[in-house]
C-alpha cells in the first residue's frame, strides 16, 4: 500500500504557498490538470488559478502540468495562463513526472507531484521517486473515465487510514504526513 501512500494531504492546490515549498526544498510543483488545478467541466480556469500561478512564480517555484490528458485538451487550458505541460503522461506509470523533472534539470528531491488521485497521481509520483500532495478534488463530479478510479480508489483510501491517520491540512506546514 505504500505506493499509494502521498507524503502529505492538502485541501486544494492553492493553499500550497512557496515559503512552504521552499522550507521542504522544492523548486518546482508538477500537478494533475482536472480537479486538481481547475474543475474538470470548467477549463478555463480562474481569477484563484491565476493569482496562485502568479505568487509561486514570483516565489521563484515553478509550475508544470503532468497529465493523461491529450496535448489539444491541455494546451487550450495552459495557454493564457503560459504554463508548461506534459501530456500524454501515462500515469501512473512515472513516464511524465521523469520527464517533466528531467526538463527542469531537479532532483528527485526538488520537485513534488500533486494530484487529486491516488491511483494515478499518487502512485506515479510516488514510481517516479518524489514526493507526492493528495488534494481534495475541486468538485465533486467527475468525468466518467474518472468515476471508475474513484471506485476503486475509495478501498485503497479506506486500507490507507487503517494504516494511519489522513487528514488534509490546509497546507504542508513544514513536516511529511508519512
Known amino acids: ?3 499509494f501512500e502521498p507524503t502529505w494531504l492538502v485541501t486544494n492546490i492553492f493553499s500550497l504557498t512557496p515559503a512552504s515549498l521552499k ?3 522544492i523548486k518546482a510543483v508538477l500537478t494533475d490538470l482536472d480537479n486538481t488545478l481547475m474543475a474538470w467541466d470548467h477549463p478555463e480556469g480562474t481569477a484563484k488559478l491565476t493569482r496562485w500561478l502568479s505568487d509561486l512564480k514570483k516565489g521563484g517555484i515553478q509550475v508544470v502540468v503532468v497529465s493523461n490528458n491529450n496535448a489539444n485538451r491541455i494546451h487550450k487550458a495552459m495557454a493564457k495562463l503560459q504554463v508548461a505541460y506534459v501530456a ?3 500515469k501512473p506509470l512515472p513516464l511524465g513526472i ?3 523533472r528531467k526538463e527542469l534539470d531537479l532532483k528527485r528531491s526538488e520537485v513534488v507531484m500533486v494530484g487529486d488521485q491516488l491511483l494515478t497521481d499518487i ?3 510516488n514510481l517516479a521517486g518524489v514526493r507526492t500532495i493528495l488534494t481534495q478534488p475541486l468538485v465533486e463530479s467527475d468525468a466518467w473515465n474518472t468515476r471508475i478510479n474513484r471506485f476503486f480508489e475509495g478501498f485503497v483510501f479506506k486500507a490507507l487510514a487503517k494504516k494511519r491517520q489522513l487528514n488534509y491540512q490546509e497546507d504542508i506546514h513544514g513536516h511529511h504526513q508519512k
Open 1 to 3: 500500500m505504500a505506493v
Open 23 to 25: 522550507q521542504q526544498g
Open 88 to 90: 500524454r503522461a501515462l
Open 98 to 100: 521523469t520527464k517533466a
Open 123 to 125: 502512485w506515479a509520483g
